[in-house]
């Protein structure tokens, strides 16, 4: 394999010359720029995108950091992110931290190391101050989906709070007399800000009280688990508005095994819009998400921060869409 050695020797120029010729940085007469060329054409030579980043200081390449990429909603926001990036001749590192802090810090560093130009975040661990470093490093870092609090950060999110809102007045009007909520973990800014949009609108109630609201950590086993707590403590709940997609399947799945009809007796509600509850029995009346849209926005905001051409943090929220489907369907 050639190097740039090579290159300089068969050009007759010095290797500084063939660097200011391939980051285009310095003056470098026309005739020899031509003659650098033609030698870099000649030896097939291919230059080190490493040399190059770390010499032009960018290296065209993000990180993207999730959580856990067997979860549904995951899988389509990296789609987004690498087709965005794509398009911008950006290439792009999967990261998955597994929910580990440990794991996502290291992941962190080692891109740091390896000069990276930005990084895009999905976690439930980060720090503040890791992204003050971040910052301090002149490394761009866009929070997609789970935001912090208190942060000098670009975000880009969808309208949680809004968005549960919707969940329960739409099982109020289908007839709802008592409704429950299965949460996501509450560490999570996320979680936290539907269980707010949940309790703005039930807290009116008399029916209303603590007991119907059970944690189940975003996942199908605790979406059963919580349900199964729910039932014990409030037999007679006729509607269930859960955190997330992931959750709701497992409520169902527990509903059904414990011999309730849904939507007859129990009339059921997620959070995300992930493909899966199109295929369930019945289907799984859900607040999808822009997951695509807010995947895209993310990678053109870091994008266009790495170029420069946006330096200030915003916080962008997307709207959400209630689909109704067959889960809340008590005509049926």
């Given amino acids: 394999m050639s190097t740039i050695r090579d290159v300089a020797k068969i050009a007759g120029v010095s290797v500084a010359t063939v660097s200011r010729v391939l980051n285009k940085n310095g003056y470098v007469n026309k005739d020899t720029e031509i003659t650098v060329l033609r030698a870099m054409k000649e030896l097939n030579f291919e230059p080190n995108p490493v040399a190059r980043g770390l010499a032009g200081k960018k290296m065209m390449t993000i990180s993207l950091i999730l959580p856990d990429i067997s979860n549904p909603f995951f899988p389509e926001l990296a789609r987004a992110v690498e087709d965005v990036a794509q398009k911008n001749q950006f290439n792009v590192f999967l990261c998955n931290s597994d929910n580990l802090e ?14 990276i130009d930005g990084l895009i975040i999905v976690s439930n661990t980060v720090e503040e101050e890791t992204i003050k470093a971040l910052h301090d490093a002149k490394i761009p870092v866009v929070l997609l989906d789970r935001p912090l609090t208190n942060n000098n950060c670009t975000m880009v999110k969808a309208q ?17 007399k008592k409704i429950a909520h299965i949460s996501g973990p509450m560490n999570l800014n996320t979680a936290y800000e539907r269980l707010v949009g949940y309790k703005e609108i039930v807290s009116q109630f008399e029916w209303f009280n603590d007991s119907l609201i059970e944690e189940g950590g975003f996942d199908i086993k605790g979406g059963r688990e919580a349900m199964k707590r729910l039932l014990l403590t409030n037999p007679d709940i006729d509607g269930i508005f859960a955190g997330n997609d992931l959750m709701t399947l497992g409520a169902l799945k527990e509903l059904l095994h414990m011999g309730k009809n849904v939507p007859g007796q129990v009339a059921i509600c997620g959070f995300d819009g992930i493909q899966l509850t199109e295929y369930t029995e019945p289907e799984i009346t859900t607040i999808a998400q822009p997951i695509y849209e807010m995947g895209a926005l993310a990678t053109d905001v870091l994008i266009r921060q790495i170029k420069g051409e946006l330096n200030e943090n915003k916080t962008f929220e997307l709207p959400v869409q209630l689909i109704i489907r067959n889960s809340t369907n008590k005509k049926n």
């Fill in 102 to 115: 440990n794991k996502e810090k290291s992941y962190i560093e080692v891109m740091q190391k390896k000069g």
């Fill in 160 to 176: 949680n709070i809004e968005g549960a809102h919707a969940a329960v007045k739409h099982l109020l009007e289908i007839g709802c």
